[in-house]
T-cell receptor, first 112, second 117 residues
Framework: GQQVMQIPQYQHVQEGEDFTTYCNSS?????IQWYKQRPGGHPVFLIQ???SGEVKKQKRLTFQFGEAKKNSSLHITATQTTDVGTYFC????????????WGLGTSLAVNP | NAGVTQTPKFQVLKTGQSMTLQCAQD?????MYWYRQDPGMGLRLIYY???????DKGEVPNGYNVSRLNKREFSLRLESAAPSQTSVYFC????????????????FGNGTRLTVT
C-alpha cells in the first residue's frame, strides 16, 4: 500500500542549530501538507504544497516539494525553543482527505 | 470562533463499558474525521464523513461506530471498550468536498485522552 516514510524519527539540537525533516512517498502525491504538534497538544496545519518543485517559506521555516512529487522536506533555520514538537507530513491523493497518508512524525527537542 | 470542540478531554473506562466522544465544528466544513494517535503509530484514521448523512470506514474502524448527526456534529462511540482502545482521539474537520480534486487542511480538536483499564 501507499506509504509515507518520515525521517529522522527524533532530532535533538542545540538552540540556534538548523533542523531538517524529510518525507518520502512510495507513490506520486497530488499535494503534501505539514503539521506541527506541540507536546500534549493537537496537530496544527502549517502549509500545503501542490506544485512540482514548489518552495514556500514561513519566517525560519522552508518547505520543499520534490520535482517528482514523491518527497518533501521541512527545514528550520536557527531553531528556537518554541520550535519544540513533532512535525508531521501528510501526503494527499487527488480527491478527499480520507486519502491523506500520514508520516509517523519527527520529534524535535531543542536545548536552550 | 471555537473551531473544533471535543468532549470530554479525559476519560477512564473499565473494560466492557461504553461511551461516546462528542465533536462539533463551527466552520461550516463538509468533512469530518476521527483519528487515534498512539506512540510510534502516528495518526490513524478511524472513520470519516464527507457530508451530512454519510460515513465511511478508515484504517482502523473495528470496535467503533460513528454518527454524523448534522453538518456540525460527528460523534464516535465505543460500544464495549477494550484496553487496546487506550489512546488519544482527535476529531478533525476540513472544507474538502466529497468529490473534490484537492485536499484541504485539517483542523483538529484538542483531543480526548482515553484510558481503558
Amino acid at each position: 500500500g501507499q506509504q509515507v516514510m518520515q525521517i529522522p524519527q527524533y532530532q535533538h539540537v542545540q538552540e540556534g542549530e538548523d533542523f531538517t525533516t524529510y518525507c518520502n512517498s512510495s507513490t506520486t502525491l497530488s499535494n503534501i501538507q505539514w503539521y506541527k504538534q506541540r507536546p500534549g497538544g493537537h496537530p496544527v496545519f502549517l502549509i500545503q504544497l501542490v506544485k512540482s518543485g514548489e518552495v514556500k517559506k514561513q519566517k525560519r521555516l522552508t518547505f520543499q516539494f520534490g520535482e517528482a512529487k514523491k518527497n518533501s522536506s521541512l527545514h528550520i533555520t536557527a531553531t528556537q525553543t518554541t520550535d519544540v514538537g513533532t512535525y508531521f507530513c501528510a501526503g494527499g491523493n487527488a480527491g478527499n482527505n480520507r486519502k491523506l497518508i500520514w508520516g509517523l512524525g519527527t520529534s524535535l527537542a531543542v536545548n536552550p | 470562533n471555537a473551531g473544533v470542540t471535543q468532549t470530554p478531554k479525559f476519560q477512564v473506562l473499565k473494560t466492557g463499558q461504553s461511551m461516546t466522544l462528542q465533536c462539533a465544528q463551527d466552520m461550516n466544513h463538509n468533512s469530518m474525521y476521527w483519528y487515534r494517535q498512539d506512540p510510534g503509530m502516528g495518526l490513524r484514521l478511524i472513520y470519516y464523513s464527507a457530508s451530512e448523512g454519510t460515513t465511511d470506514k478508515g484504517e482502523v474502524p473495528n470496535g467503533y461506530n460513528v454518527s454524523r448527526l448534522n453538518k456540525r456534529e460527528f460523534s464516535l462511540r465505543l460500544e464495549s471498550a477494550a484496553p487496546s482502545q487506550t489512546s488519544v482521539y482527535f476529531c478533525a474537520s476540513s472544507a474538502a468536498r466529497a468529490s473534490g480534486s484537492y485536499n484541504s487542511p485539517l483542523h483538529f480538536g484538542n483531543g480526548t485522552r482515553l484510558t481503558v483499564t
